[in-house]
């Protein structure tokens, strides 16, 4: 399969413990984005990279909030002290170029108790 | 910042009905994406809109992009149960190097046989 992977799948997690998300983009795809998605709500974009480089961080994104994409491939979201308002489903998404349609994984569900 | 509504947040109709979703953005558009997600499931591109006034179709579904480039819409035709999800709309802002897409709430569409 070649598409957009996402690691874990679901986790659960105390409030105020750290949690780390692994995204694995379409192989070619230089552009990666995370989204985050709650209930009856489209996706909200939370930051984009192009190759290794952050370019763009939502400002509604807390300082808790990180993401990494050390080599170009590969990215990291972690969130740290999670708080029960950050239960939502954790997105990603690759594309070649910034025109292009993104192609989503299937997502990271988060619950924070 | 940019925000893009989308109406009507749910539809639900007989199966062979038409069905349609409008998109407002409150700023212009370089482009406009539309995507569908299946309960459970992740977004999935459909089609992107550049032009203005721009038509595009795929079989029994009809894009629009508006004159002004900040309206667009989605209509289906004779409805079947296989176009049961949410219908996501997904703006390109004009001063938006980065490609990411700012969605609408969606519109849910539920077929009843």
């Known amino acids: 399969d070649t598409g957009v992977s996402q690691d874990p799948r679901h986790k659960i997690t105390k409030r105020g413990q750290n949690v780390t998300f692994r995204c694995d983009p379409i192989s070619e795809h230089n552009r990666l984005y995370w989204y985050r998605q709650t209930l009856g709500q489209g996706p909200e974009f939370l930051t984009y990279f192009q190759n290794e480089a952050q370019l763009e961080k939502s400002r509604l994104l807390s300082d808790r909030f990180s993401a990494e994409r050390p080599k170009g491939s590969f990215s990291t979201l972690e969130i740290q002290r999670t708080e029960q308002g950050d239960s939502a489903m954790y997105l990603c998404?690759?594309?070649?170029?910034?025109?292009?349609?993104?192609?989503f994984g299937p997502g990271t569900r988060l619950t924070v108790l | 910042g940019q925000q893009v509504m989308q109406i009507p947040q749910y539809q639900h109709v007989q199966e062979g009905e038409d069905f349609t979703t409008y998109c407002n953005s409150s700023t212009t558009l370089s482009n406009i994406q539309w995507y569908k997600q299946r309960p459970g499931g992740h977004p999935v591109f459909l089609i992107q809109l550049v032009k203005s006034g721009e038509v595009k179709k795929q079989k029994r579904l009809t894009f629009q992009f508006g004159e002004a480039k900040k309206n667009s819409s989605l209509h289906i035709t004779a409805t079947q149960t296989t176009d049961v999800g949410t219908y996501f709309c997904a703006g390109r802002g004009l001063d938006n190097q980065g490609g990411k897409l700012i969605f609408g709430q969606g519109t849910e569409l539920s077929v009843k046989p």
């Open positions: 998404a690759s594309s070649l170029l910034q025109g292009n349609e993104q192609f």
